[in-house]
Structure formats: structure tokens, C-alpha cells
């Protein structure tokens, strides 16, 4: 018969791997970074349109491009998330607009942190967005850890 230490320990590892599903949302596993198609092996790329795009690996003209930038998956699911996630960001976006506040998402490196910080004077080449509202809205339809993969591109 087990202790009660030994089931609190238990206990504890099952709530952790349950937080994890809950942040995760996905019924796949992530591709892996770095993750290379073997020779005749399907892998899925987001399309010019993001729309997703199977194709069969030929090791001698797959583009490291492709898996140096993670832009290659092994599922149609992963790819399509990949897609909703770049589309839905870029929709609900807007061009820079001087001396007003233009959010940006952000992510600290030190803390693991996904953040919104608005800029009035700069023009870097991101997506601005009218309001912390509208891109916090978009992390909790994804949620973070999806953000921070698929959009941020952070893993």
C-alpha cells in the first residue's frame, strides 16, 4: 500500500502534466524544432495563402530554409493551427500609425513571458494592433503556448 507522501507526490505530478494539457489545447503533438522529413515521408508547409500544404519529402530538394525557420510540420492539424494563428493575428491587425499607441506583442526571454507593449515613435516591422484587447483576445482564443510557437516563434 502506498503512503500518503507518496500519493501527494502523485497527486502533484498528475495536476502538473493536467496544467500543462489545459495550456497546450492541441489533440497533437508539436513537431519537434529542427524536425527533418525522412525521404518519402509526408510533411506540411503553410501555403503563400496560409493554407496548409502536403508534400512528399525528396531529401534532395527539401529547402533547409524550411526547417531552419520552423516552417514544416508533420501534421495537417499542426499546419492548419499554424495558418489560423497567422491569419487571425494579421487580420486583426493595423498599419503604424505616428504618435498614437501601436500594441505589439512581445516575449521576455528572461521570464518566459508573452507581453503587450504599445509604441508611439517607432516603426519596427511588426504587426500593430488598436488595443492590448484585441491581441489579448487573440492569446486567449490560441492560448499561450500556441502564440509563443506559432506566432512568436518561440519554443
Known amino acids: 500500500m502506498k503512503t500518503v507522501k507518496e500519493l501527494e507526490t502523485m497527486l502533484e505530478e498528475v495536476r502538473k502534466d493536467l496544467e500543462e494539457l489545459k495550456k497546450n489545447k492541441n489533440s497533437f ?12 515521408e509526408k510533411y ?3 501555403h503563400y495563402n496560409l ?16 526547417i531552419k525557420y520552423n516552417r514544416i510540420f508533420k501534421t495537417v492539424e499542426e499546419c ?3 495558418c ?5 493575428f494579421m487580420d486583426a491587425s493595423r498599419e503604424y500609425v505616428l504618435n498614437k499607441y501601436n500594441y505589439v506583442l ?6 518566459g513571458e508573452v507581453f503587450i507593449t504599445p509604441y508611439t515613435n517607432v516603426q519596427p516591422t511588426e504587426l500593430f494592433f ?10 486567449d482564443k490560441f492560448g499561450e503556448e500556441n502564440i ?5 516563434g518561440v519554443y
Open 29 to 40: 503533438e508539436p513537431t519537434p524544432k529542427g524536425w527533418k522529413p525522412k525521404n518519402g
Open 44 to 46: 506540411w508547409v503553410a
Open 51 to 66: 493554407s496548409p500544404t502536403v508534400f512528399i519529402c525528396d531529401e534532395r530538394t527539401i529547402t533547409n530554409n524550411i
Open 80 to 82: 492548419q493551427l499554424y
Open 84 to 88: 489560423d494563428v497567422q491569419r487571425a
Open 106 to 111: 512581445r516575449y521576455a526571454h528572461e521570464g
Open 130 to 139: 488598436d488595443s492590448e484587447e484585441t491581441v489579448q483576445n487573440l492569446i
Open 148 to 152: 509563443k510557437r506559432y506566432y512568436l
